[in-house]
Antibody
Framework: QLQLQESGPGLVKTSETLSLTCSVSGGSVSSSNSYWGWVRQPPGKGLEWVGS???????FYSPSLKSRITISIDTPKNQFSLKLTSVTAADTAVYFC???????????????WGQGTLVTVSS | QSVVTQPPSVSGAPGQRVSISCTGSSSNIGAGYDVHWYLQLPGTAPKLLIYSTNNRPSGVPDRFSGSKSGTSASLAISGLQAEDEAEYYC???????????FGSGTKVTVL
């Protein structure tokens, strides 16, 4: 059974960089044609797609975050990561990592999710 | 606000059938992009309920069904149970924005 687990600081200072890692078990981030992604949810609000990465390293970012975001994949560690620079209070959210359920990124569903981790941005 | 809208809440008595709408536009649902549905309990991750409009992952009861017509999609829950009380989200792709989009979410209350 595929399992994903987010890790990283729960508190980040305004203007600094948010860094999260998603550790994958029960499967491989390098599985052919697999896509992995990040979704966030501000407290009390809805879900927002942040970005996705193909097993080969090709990335796809939300246009609203594109200037601040980097998603990378670490095959030996079976992990993928999210970095978001110059954070503000608006980036406070629960961040979920997830696997896309099909071999395409645009509009594919998320079939396996991590439990989510709350990141609070505060000065 | 989301480009794909859902009613904030729906409710029904145990055993009843409820339906949740997901209304988009010609750049997302109306363009033929797939619609997916998730259930989210408080403090937990979303769980996939329906993918590609009307397909259920293994383990999802057949009480849940999906459909799509024009610029809208719907999730129906028949034989409503107390455990169905949760937040439900639809998801699609918007070609104008170039992003996967989630609906605004619907709280289902079992009376």
């Amino acid at each position: 059974q595929l399992q994903l687990q987010e890790s990283g600081p729960g508190l980040v200072k305004t203007s600094e960089t948010l860094s999260l890692t998603c550790s994958v078990s029960g499967g491989s981030v390098s599985s052919s044609n697999s896509y992995w992604g990040w979704v966030r949810q501000p407290p009390g609000k809805g879900l927002e797609w942040v970005g996705s990465i193909y097993y080969s390293g090709t990335t796809f970012y939300s246009p609203s975050l594109k200037s601040r975001i980097t998603i990378s994949i670490d095959t030996p560690k079976n992990q993928f990561s999210l970095k978001l620079t110059s954070v503000t209070a608006a980036d406070t959210a629960v961040y979920f990592c997830a696997r896309l359920g099909d071999d395409y990124v645009w509009g594919s569903w998320f079939d396996y999710w991590g439990q989510g981790t709350l990141v609070t941005v505060s000065s | 606000q989301s480009v794909v809208t859902q009613p904030p809440s729906v409710s029904g008595a145990p055993g009843q059938r409820v339906s949740i709408s997901c209304t988009g536009s010609s750049s997302n649902i109306g363009a033929g992009y797939d619609v997916h549905w998730y259930l989210q309990l408080p403090g937990t991750a979303p769980k996939l309920l329906i993918y590609s409009t009307n397909n259920r992952p293994s383990g999802v009861p057949d009480r849940f069904s999906g459909s799509k017509s024009g610029t809208s999609a719907s999730l129906a829950i028949s034989g409503l149970q107390a455990e169905d009380e949760a937040e439900y989200y639809c998801q699609s792709f918007d070609s104008s924005l170039g992003v996967s989009v989630f609906g605004s979410g619907t709280k289902v209350t079992v009376l």
